[in-house]
């Protein structure tokens, strides 16, 4: 082997690095965009049923009907946005007009209710807490912070809204727009294998985006019943945030019951803690509890077998390892991509015995 071969091979490699280099500095720059396709893939996936119902029983265009499908979701939008504007409204008159000082006496009066009750039972609550100094360390002004640093994103929200409604339309209008393109790259003898994948996982998964809308429907309406039953201020909202929540597997459920505990505890501030607080965050965490057994012993195990069709014990490793490579993200999207994965696994490493231990049941 000469010079002018290890010089040539050197090169080459520095090219291809280069060129990976390239390529990954592209797509950190664009990554909004790849988020957005990303986001209408996903409501092109939810609206497919709707677009393939109206087309096959009411007998609508493909156009009508992705028309119709867009209208549909984009009025189910505006009602949950609705839905949010009195809260954000009132809540941001609230902190205009907010005294930090007035806030944080109610803060400590709260603190000093609890403490009061803990001794009652000899524990040494407040003793712990002097001694974390944590009162001290809040700062209160964070508050109307918070509220300008959501209002400046917003700009960037409308943006990215417009974005992903524009993106969905051409998804659901030209259902093979995605497949098209990537099938450029893929080389023609594996161009029907590759199909056949595709319209098994967006069966799949268009089954899959359905039942998680059901599994927050069923979370939202026991939540919301439990927070009216007590008379839970915003209960409608609070409901609908710790149902979305648990989208996020695992962790979602234990933000949700943290914010459930927060806000039932916040709409009943300057009650008495020991006689009205605490029996009603109680009462709204064994509610709390109920819809969390319902969701895991009812409606999970049925929206993963009936869609993506995998073992219990199967998606919650899958989940986990995602989690740790890729955090929360990686636990949102772990049980779609190991979906897609095993289905193009099927199709083209069908004879391999691990690849037909996880795929039995596609």
Same mark, same amino acid.
């Given at each position: 082997? #000469?010079?002018? @071969? @290890?010089? *040539?091979?050197?090169?080459?490699?520095?090219?291809?690095?280069?060129?990976?280099? @390239?390529?990954?500095?592209?797509?950190?720059?664009?990554?909004?965009?790849?988020?957005?396709?990303?986001?209408?893939? =996903?409501?092109?996936?939810?609206?497919?049923?709707?677009?393939?119902?109206?087309?096959?029983?009411?007998? +609508?265009? %493909?156009?009508?009907?992705?028309?119709?499908?867009?209208?549909?979701? $984009?009025?189910?939008?505006?009602?949950?946005?609705?839905?949010?504007?009195?809260?954000?409204?009132?809540?941001?008159?609230?902190?205009?007009?907010?005294?930090?000082?007035?806030?944080?006496? #109610?803060?400590?009066?709260?603190?000093?209710?609890?403490?009061?009750?803990?001794?009652?039972?000899?524990?040494?609550?407040?003793?712990?807490?002097?001694?974390?100094?944590?009162?001290? /360390?809040?700062?209160?002004?964070?508050?109307?912070?918070?509220? #300008?640093?959501?209002?400046? !994103?917003? !700009?960037? +929200?409308?943006?990215?809204?417009?974005?992903?409604?524009?993106?969905?339309?051409?998804?659901?209008?030209?259902?093979?727009?995605?497949?098209? !393109?990537?099938?450029?790259? =893929?080389?023609?003898?594996?161009?029907?294998?590759?199909? %056949?994948? +595709? %319209?098994?996982?967006?069966?799949?998964?268009?089954?899959? +985006?359905?039942?998680?809308?059901?599994?927050?429907?069923?979370?939202? $309406? @026991?939540?919301?019943?439990?927070?009216?039953?007590?008379?839970?201020?915003?209960?409608?909202?609070?409901?609908?945030?710790?149902?979305?929540?648990?989208?996020?597997?695992? =962790?979602?459920?234990? =933000?949700?019951?943290?914010?459930?505990?927060?806000?039932?505890?916040?709409? %009943?501030?300057?009650? *008495?803690?020991?006689?009205?607080?605490?029996?009603?965050?109680?009462?709204?965490?064994? !509610?709390?509890?109920?819809?969390?057994?319902?969701? #895991?012993?009812?409606?999970?195990? $049925?929206?993963? *077998?009936?869609?993506?069709?995998?073992?219990?014990?199967? $998606?919650?490793?899958?989940?986990?390892?995602?989690?740790?490579?890729?955090?929360?993200?990686?636990?949102?999207?772990?049980?779609?991509?190991?979906?897609?994965?095993?289905?193009?696994?099927?199709?083209?490493?069908?004879?391999? /015995?691990?690849?037909?231990?996880?795929?039995?049941?596609?």
């Amino acid at each position: 082997m #000469n010079s002018k @071969i @290890i010089s *040539s091979g050197i090169l080459r490699a520095i090219g291809i690095l280069l060129g990976v280099f @390239i390529l990954l500095y592209f797509l950190y720059k664009i990554q909004s965009v790849i988020i957005y396709i990303a986001i209408a893939a =996903v409501v092109s996936l939810i609206g497919r049923p709707i677009i393939l119902f109206l087309r096959r029983r009411l007998k +609508f265009n %493909n156009t009508l009907a992705v028309i119709a499908t867009m209208t549909l979701l $984009i009025g189910l939008l505006i009602g949950l946005i609705g839905l949010f504007i009195p809260l954000i409204v009132e809540q941001g008159h609230n902190l205009s007009l907010l005294n930090i000082d007035q806030l944080q006496v #109610n803060i400590e009066n709260l603190y000093s209710e609890i403490v009061s009750y803990f001794n009652i039972n000899k524990i040494d609550v407040e003793q712990s807490l002097k001694e974390s100094n944590l009162l001290s /360390k809040v700062d209160f002004a964070l508050i109307p912070n918070f509220l #300008n640093a959501l209002i400046s !994103g917003f !700009g960037s +929200f409308s943006i990215g809204l417009f974005s992903v409604i524009f993106i969905s339309f051409f998804f659901l209008k030209d259902s093979k727009l995605f497949e098209d !393109g990537i099938m450029t790259f =893929v080389p023609d003898t594996k161009e029907s294998r590759l199909k %056949n994948s +595709f %319209n098994k996982i967006k069966d799949l998964l268009s089954r899959y +985006f359905v039942g998680l809308i059901f599994q927050i429907l069923i979370l939202f $309406i @026991i939540y919301t019943i439990v927070l009216l039953i007590f008379g839970i201020d915003n209960a409608i909202v609070i409901a609908f945030l710790c149902a979305l929540l648990n989208l996020i597997p695992y =962790v979602g459920p234990l =933000v949700s019951g943290f914010l459930m505990i927060l806000l039932t505890m916040s709409s %009943n501030l300057g009650d *008495s803690f020991s006689e009205v607080m605490l029996p009603k965050t109680i009462y709204v965490m064994i !509610g709390f509890i109920f819809a969390q057994l319902v969701d #895991n012993f009812f409606s999970q195990p $049925i929206i993963f *077998s009936k869609s993506v069709k995998s073992h219990p014990l199967e $998606i919650f490793l899958v989940i986990v390892i995602a989690g740790l490579l890729f955090g929360i993200v990686g636990m949102i999207v772990a049980i779609p991509s190991y979906t897609a994965i095993k289905v193009i696994l099927k199709e083209f490493l069908s004879e391999n /015995k691990v690849v037909q231990k996880l795929t039995k049941d596609l």
